[in-house]
Structures are given as C-alpha cells and as structure tokens.
Nanobody
C-alpha cells in the first residue's frame, strides 16, 4: 500500500502564497499520476491539479495561472505552489496518487489525510 503524507497548509491573507508538499512511500510501487484535490465545507471534493510521471499537467480552470503543480519522481513527492490566493481557495487539500504495485502490477489509488488551507480577506 502507498502512504501519502502532506505538509504546508496554513493561514494566509488574500494575495499571498503557500506551497504544499506530499511525499509517497510504499513497497514496489510505481506511481503514475499524482495530484491535488480540495474540499470546501458543504461542497464536493474537486480536482485542483494533477501531474503524470512524464510531467503532463492538468489544472482546474479556477486555478490556472495561479497554481503550479510539480513533481520529483526520485523522491516520489508532488508539490503545489499556490500564488495569488483568494478566499474561495479555502478548503482542505488532499494529495492523491495512482499507479501499480507489486509483481502483479495491481492498480492502487491512495489519499493523504488532508491539510487545511485558509485564505483570509
């Protein structure tokens, strides 16, 4: 099983920046896509940004031009640089990883525990 540990959340004023990190660990795992999702109170979890092992990225329209997802494959770590933060970015941010594991190449999908990001006016 792949475990994900997130860090970097916190409280910031509108217009400020934060950087989230998520490190993955697990035996004989090949991680294909890593990414970030978020869930605000009373709302469904939504995609923020994803990145494949080859570096292809995908962003939600609401964060394009403000957020940047990157990845260090050697460290199995994904980052989310968040600039020009807005109050509507306030949410719990979850790291996600998908890939295969073991000699049977069984598919897996794992979630982190979530980290709170709060943007004040």
């Amino acid at each position: 099983q792949v475990q994900l540990v997130e860090s970097g959340g916190g409280l910031v004023q509108a217009g400020g920046s934060l950087r989230l990190s998520c490190a993955a660990s697990g035996r004989a795992s090949r991680i294909n896509t890593m990414g970030w999702y978020r869930q605000a109170p009373g709302k469904q979890r939504e995609l923020v940004a994803t990145i494949t092992s080859g570096g292809s990225t995908n962003y939600a329209d609401s964060v394009k031009g403000r957020f940047t997802v990157s990845r260090d494959n050697a460290k199995n770590t994904v980052y989310l640089q968040m600039n020009s933060l807005k109050p509507e970015d306030t949410a719990v941010y979850y790291c996600n990883a998908e890939g295969t594991t073991g000699i049977s190449f069984s598919k897996f999908g794992s979630w982190g525990q979530g980290t709170q990001v709060t943007v004040s006016f």
